[in-house]
């Protein structure tokens, strides 16, 4: 089965930073995108960054210029660096993949909360 399992969130004051962490165990492989989104309270859950097995990056306009997404293909890990924290990026931080012909896995979630 397989599991992922997320560390790094806490509080930091605005412009601080934090590193995520999500590593997938279970035998699973040929992973095609892993991500990292988002659930505010009262908000929908937001992608906010995703690479693919190729290098391929995607970034919600919001955390462009200061979050960076880097995955590990062998390891099954994947990264997210984020800088400039602001309030509005207080949020629960869901870790999820898309393996090759299997059902997209989510983590249990981190929260992340920024304030002074």
């Known amino acids: 089965q397989v599991q992922l399992v997320e560390s790094g969130g806490g509080l930091v004051q605005p412009g601080g930073s934090l590193r995520l962490h999500c590593a997938a165990s279970g035998g699973v492989t040929n992973i095609l995108a892993m991500g990292w989104y988002r659930q505010a309270p009262g908000k929908q859950r937001e992608l906010v960054a995703s690479e693919t097995n190729s290098g391929r990056t995607i970034y919600a306009d919001s955390v462009k210029g200061r979050f960076t997404i880097s995955r590990d293909n062998a390891k099954n890990t994947v990264d997210l660096q984020m800088n400039s924290l602001q309030a509005e990026d207080t949020a629960v931080y869901f870790c999820?993949?898309?393996?090759?012909?299997?059902?997209?896995?989510w983590g249990q979630g981190t929260q992340v909360t920024v304030s002074s």
């Open positions: 999820k993949i898309d393996p090759l012909g299997r059902p997209a896995t």
